[in-house]
Nanobody
C-alpha cells in the first residue's frame, strides 16, 4: 500500500511564500514522475508542475518564475516552493506520483495525495 501525504498549505497574504511537501510511503520500489496539481472552486484540476526522475521540470505558464518544484529521492518527497503568491493561486493543491511497488506483479501507476488548501488573501 502506498500513501502520499501533503503538508505546508495555509493562509498567506499576496506576495508571500509557502512551501508544500508531499511524502510518499509504503512498499515503494521506484518513483518516476512527481507532480503538483491544483483545483480552485468551480474550476477543473490543472497541472501546475512536474519533475521527472532525472529532475527535469515543467511549469504551467501562470507560475513560471514564481514556483519551484524539487524532489528528495532519499526521502521519497516532492516539494513546491511558491513565492510571490497571488489570490488566483488559491486552490487545493494535490500531489501525484507514478510509483512502482515491491510486488512486481503490480504495475506502476499514479497515486494521489489528499490535498492541502492554499489560500492567498489580497
Amino acid at each position: 500500500q502506498v500513501q502520499l501525504v501533503e503538508s505546508g498549505g495555509g493562509l498567506v497574504q499576496a506576495g508571500g511564500s509557502l512551501r508544500l511537501s508531499c511524502a510518499a510511503s509504503g512498499s515503494i520500489s521506484r518513483i518516476n514522475a512527481m507532480r503538483w496539481y491544483r483545483q480552485a472552486p468551480g474550476k477543473q484540476r490543472e497541472l501546475v508542475a512536474f519533475i521527472t526522475s532525472a529532475s527535469s521540470t515543467y511549469y504551467v505558464d501562470s507560475v513560471k518564475g514564481r514556483f519551484t518544484i524539487s524532489r528528495d529521492n532519499a526521502k521519497n518527497t516532492v516539494y513546491l516552493q511558491m513565492n510571490s503568491l497571488k489570490p488566483e493561486d488559491t486552490a487545493v493543491y494535490y500531489c501525484n506520483a507514478d510509483i512502482a511497488v515491491v510486488i512486481t506483479s503490480i504495475p506502476m501507476r499514479g497515486y494521489w495525495g489528499q490535498g492541502t488548501q492554499v489560500t492567498v488573501s489580497s
